[in-house]
C-alpha cells in the first residue's frame, strides 16, 4: 500500500481580485487582459426589405416607354412631317413687304422744284403678333391702337379693326401711310421702352411688337398753291390724283420693289439666312415748260382781279408763240395740293382746260382769218353797220347802241362790232349755208372742236357743231364767239397760231424728262399746221393793234409802253353750268407781243364777275397787261423800236 495520500478537491471560494498583470504573458506578444464581464445590451430590432429589383424592372419600363415615344414624334417632325412643319416655321418667321420707289420730281423749265419726295414711313402691321396666344393677353390690340392713336392722329376703334381682322391669317396690314420720320421715331421708342421692360417684367407685353415701318416718300409741293392746276396732287396711295402728277403717274412713280426678312419678335434678324431683295427703281424727272416766275406773276395778277371783281373764276395763260410751249397757266381760287383737307371742291383740277365756255369777241379774229384768207375783203374794205340787223329770226346788235357806224374791216375788228362781223362773214360763200361751211372749216383748222395736243387730264374739247346742225341763230352768232365753246388753252392757241405766221405749233407742257440713269429725254417735237398764209397772219397782227392802240379800239388799257401790243377784247354771255342757262358774262382778252415780232401770247378769262366792270377790255386787259411786262422783262424781250401800224378804222361815206 502506498504511503501516498490521495489528491484533495479544492472547493471553490470567492473570487479574488486581480493583480496588475497577472494572467498576461510576460514580454512581446502578451494577450490582453479581458474585460471585466458585464451585462450585455439588447439586440436591435431588424426590418428585412422586399428585393429591389422588380421596382427597377418597372422603372426602366416606364423610362422606356417615353423615350420611344419621344423618338416617334422626333421621327414624325423630323422624318414624316418635316416639310409641313419647316413650311409653317417659314411662314411665321420671314415678313414680306413692298419697296416703295421713290417718286421722281416735277420742276420748271429753269430746273426750279414745283414737286418733290421727302423721306417718310408707312406704319404697318402683323395682326398675328396681337392674338391673345402670342401676347398672352386678350386685349392686346386696343392697348395697341390706344398708344398709336394719337401718335399717328388716327381714329383708335379703326386702329383696332385692323389690328384684329376678321382673317385671321392676315399678316400685314397698313396702319398709316407716309408719315414723317419723327413719327416712326416716336412709335419706334415705344416700343423699344416695351421691350424692355418686357424683358424684366413678366406682368408686361410687348404689344408693339408687331407694329413694323416701310420707308417710302412724301409729296411736298415747295410753292405751296403756285401752279397747283397744273401739277395735281398725289392721293393717299400714293397715285397721281390730277394735273400732271396723273398724267405721268407711270413714268414718276418708278417701279417698287420688294424685302423678305427674318424676324423676332417683331424685330429683324441680320444674320438669319433666306432674306431676299428686290431695290426699288426710281421714278424719272420731269422738267415742265413753265416758267415758276412767270407763272408766280399770272397767278398774283388773276387772283387780284377775280377778288376785285367778286368772280366765280378766273385762268390766264401764256405762251411761248414759236414754240408752242405753255409758260404759265394760272387759275384763280386755286388750291394747295399738300393739304386737300382745306381745299375748295369747285378749286381742284385745272379749269384752263376743263372749263368749256363761249369766247365771245375774241373768236371773232377767226372769223376775220377767214375773210381776209379767202379774200372776201381786206381790212381797209368798207363796212356800213347799222344799230340793229335782222338775220333769221333775232334781231341782233352791237354791246352799246349807236347811230350807223362806217368802219373799214379793221374798224369792224378795233371797235368788236358783231353786225359788222355778221357782214362781213356773210361774203364767205354766195349762200349763208356755203358761208358757214367755209368758216367751220377755218374753226375746226384753228384747233377748235378738238383737243389742244397736251394731253391734259379731264381736258374739254369744247363745242363745235356740224355746220348743217347750226340753229338759225348759230349761223349769225358763232362768226362773233356765241353758239361755240372753247377752253382757254384752245383760245391761246389761236392768238400764238397767227402770232407765229399762221402755222399752228401744238401747245406743250412737258419738255423732258431725266431717267434713273441721268440721261435727258427732250419730249416728242410738237406737230404743226400750216393754218393761214403768213401774209394773212401779219395782216390779222396789224389790224389787232388798232383794237389796243386806237382810240377807238377797246383794248386800250392793254397798252405797254414802248411795245406793240397786238390784242382783242370779249365779252360773252355765260352759260351757268348749274342751270344751263345764260347768266352773268365771260369777260376775256387775248394777244400777243412784240406785235411786229411776236415772242409772247397772254390770254386772261374771268368768269361772272359781279363787282364793278364786266366788259374783257375793262377787267381782264390790265391783266394782260401786268403779266405780258412781267414775261418780256423775264424773257428778256426788247422793244422792236418800230411804229405802229395805224391801220384805217372808220372811213367818210
Known sequence: MSDREPPRRRVPGPARPARPGAGRRPGPGARPARRPAGPRPAAPKVIRLGSPRPRLRLVGVGLTLVMLAFVVRLFQVQAVDASTYAGKAEQNRYVGQVLAA???????????ALATSE??????ADPTMFAPKELEIADGPEQAAALLAPILGADQDELVEKLRPENEALRYVKLAGRQTPQVWKQIKDLKTALAKKAETDESTANVLAGVFSVPTSKRVYPNNELAAGILGWVNAEGKGGGGVELQLDKRLAGEDGKIRYAQSGGRLVPTAGGSTETPAVPGSDIELTIDRDIQWAAQNAISDQVRKSAADRGYVIVQDTRTGEVLAMANAPGFDPNDLSEADPHALGNAAVQDAFEPGSTAKVLSMAAVLEENAATPGTHVVVP????RGDRLFKDDVDHPTWYLTLNGVLAKSSNIGTILATGQLGKTQS???KVLYDYLRKFGLGSHSGLGFPGETKGILAPPDEWSTSQQYTIPFGQGVSVNAMQAASVYSTIANGGVRVEPTLVRGAQGPDGRFTPAPKPEETRVVSEKTAKTLARMLESVVDDEEGT???????GYRVAGKTGTANRVDPATGKYHGYTSSFAG???????RITVYCVIQNATEGSYFGGQICGP?????MEFALKTLQVPPTGAA?????VTFKP
Open 102 to 112: 421713290e417718286r421722281g420730281e416735277i420742276t420748271d423749265r429753269n430746273g426750279v
Open 119 to 124: 423721306d417718310a414711313y408707312d406704319i404697318t
Open 387 to 390: 344799230n340793229r340787223l335782222h
Open 434 to 436: 356755203q358761208a358757214n
Open 555 to 561: 383794248g386800250t388799257k392793254a397798252r405797254i409802253p
Open 592 to 598: 400777243f407781243a412784240p406785235a411786229d415780232k411776236p
Open 623 to 627: 391783266v394782260y397787261k401786268q403779266v
Open 644 to 648: 405802229p401800224a395805224a391801220l384805217p
